[in-house]
């Protein structure tokens, strides 16, 4: 499609984060796309589910809008990241704006579970994307189930896409006790992600419910109440298994 045609491209949008630090390098402003296909227990951003939701605007809206906050990126290396929500549900609509942000050389990150098809829209959007940062909820298939709804089968397809092509990702990886925190499927995961070969650092995310009265009011049931925060050294613990394999975690 033309510049002028990826303006014009109609996607929905949750909301905006103009000052973000922890979605990429740098300050960065972040755009939460509305629509997800998984229904993550720890998820803290239910209201980005239900596909028709949020706000209707043109992709060309939007990058007048996150082009208002570049002088935050200048000095730090930031620039702009693609959250939601599942922003890959949406890919022309996230194709249309990673086009307007290469046009103005703006760094692009993209926020994923990866769970989508190959398709050649989604080979564009990847070539269009300077890092993913890839949140993989488990390596275990029936645990992935249990946490997301859904099959992993696609997730892990997508991130040896990503290696294939060798696109820059940081691997991130929410902890969650009694889930996904088995050493066994740790280290499982360790291996996998050292082989892939373009996982540049590993972000390890303890568990938390600050997002649990989202829950509340939406009336969804939240079935981790009772699920205790990991704290500093059980982190540490879990990081050293990524570390032996030679992974940068932070």
Same mark, same amino acid.
């Given at each position: 499609?033309?510049?002028?045609?990826?303006?014009?491209?109609?996607?929905?949008?949750?909301?905006?984060?103009?000052?973000?630090?922890?979605?990429?390098?740098?300050?960065?402003? %972040?755009?939460?796309?509305? #629509?997800?296909?998984?229904?993550?227990?720890?998820?803290? @951003?239910?209201?980005?589910?239900?596909?028709? #939701?949020?706000?209707?605007?043109?992709?060309?809206?939007?990058?007048?809008?996150?082009?208002?906050?570049? @002088?935050?990126?200048?000095?730090? /290396?930031?620039?702009?990241?693609?959250? /939601?929500?599942?922003?890959?549900?949406?890919?022309?609509?996230?194709?249309?704006?990673?086009?307007?942000?290469?046009?103005? #050389?703006?760094?692009?990150?993209?926020?994923?579970?990866?769970?989508?098809?190959?398709?050649?829209?989604?080979?564009?959007? %990847?070539?269009?994307?300077?890092?993913?940062?890839?949140?993989?909820?488990?390596? @275990?298939?029936?645990?992935?189930?249990?946490?997301?709804?859904?099959?992993?089968?696609?997730?892990?397809?997508?991130?040896?896409?990503?290696?294939?092509?060798?696109?820059?990702?940081?691997?991130?990886? %929410?902890?969650?006790?009694?889930?996904?925190?088995?050493?066994?499927?740790?280290?499982?995961?360790?291996?996998?992600?050292?082989?892939?070969?373009?996982?540049?650092?590993?972000?390890?995310?303890?568990?938390?419910?600050?997002?649990?009265?989202?829950?509340?009011?939406?009336?969804?049931?939240?079935?981790?109440?009772?699920?205790?925060?990991? #704290?500093?050294e059980e982190v540490k613990q879990y990081a050293d298994i990524f570390r032996a394999?030679?992974? %940068?975690?932070?």
């Amino acid at each position: 499609m033309t510049l002028q045609e990826a303006r014009e491209v109609r996607g929905r949008i949750s909301t905006f984060e103009s000052c973000g630090t922890v979605d990429g390098p740098g300050l960065r402003t %972040v755009v939460f796309m509305q #629509g997800c296909p998984l229904r993550c227990l720890y998820c803290h @951003n239910p209201e980005t589910w239900e596909f028709g #939701g949020g706000d209707e605007c043109t992709a060309g809206e939007v990058f007048d809008e996150i082009s208002k906050y570049r @002088n935050f990126w200048k000095t730090s /290396g930031g620039g702009v990241t693609f959250s /939601g929500g599942e922003p890959m549900s949406r890919p022309r609509f996230l194709e249309a704006l990673l086009m307007l942000c290469r046009e103005e #050389g703006i760094h692009t990150v993209v926020d994923t579970s990866g769970f989508t098809l190959i398709t050649e829209t989604v080979r564009r959007i %990847v070539e269009l994307t300077d890092l993913f940062l890839l949140d993989i909820k488990s390596v @275990n298939a029936n645990m992935h189930q249990i946490i997301t709804g859904e099959s992993n089968k696609n997730t892990m397809a997508f991130a040896e896409y990503l290696a294939s092509v060798a696109k820059p990702v940081w691997m991130r990886y %929410v902890i969650v006790p009694r889930l996904n925190d088995r050493v066994h499927c740790l280290e499982k995961m360790a291996k996998w992600a050292r082989a892939q070969g373009n996982i540049e650092k590993v972000e390890l995310l303890p568990f938390h419910k600050m997002g649990e009265w989202k829950w509340k009011k939406y009336e969804l049931p939240y079935r981790l109440s009772e699920t205790w925060e990991p #704290g500093a050294e059980e982190v540490k613990q879990y990081a050293d298994i990524f570390r032996a394999e030679g992974l %940068v975690v932070d």
